[in-house]
């Protein structure tokens, strides 16, 4: 699973060009948005499109339960895991 949250942290850095972080600058557990990392929800939509091309996972804008994918990497990664085709 630390692979998987390592490739998600370098997915965001990259597909939302932050050249100013790392890997290890991104709390696995931290907030995404607000407090934590700080992402908009332009962000979200971008990291989604990001997230379906390099994982063919699909991310449904209108499941309840997306926000909760997006709370963190590990979420994320929680997520991915389980949807990976």
Do not use: C, W
Not at 8 to 32: A, H
Not at 56 to 73: G, K
């Amino acid at each position: 699973m630390k692979n998987l949250e390592n490739e998600i942290k370098q997915l965001i850095i990259d597909s939302l060009n932050l050249e100013d972080l790392t890997i290890n600058d991104i709390d696995t557990q931290s907030p995404l948005f607000g407090e934590g990392l700080g992402l908009d929800s332009i962000d979200a939509l971008e990291l989604g499109l990001a997230i379906k091309k390099t994982y063919n996972v699909t991310l449904n804008p209108d499941d309840t339960q997306t926000r909760e994918h997006f709370t963190s990497v590990e979420s994320l990664a929680l997520f991915i895991a389980k949807n990976k085709a």
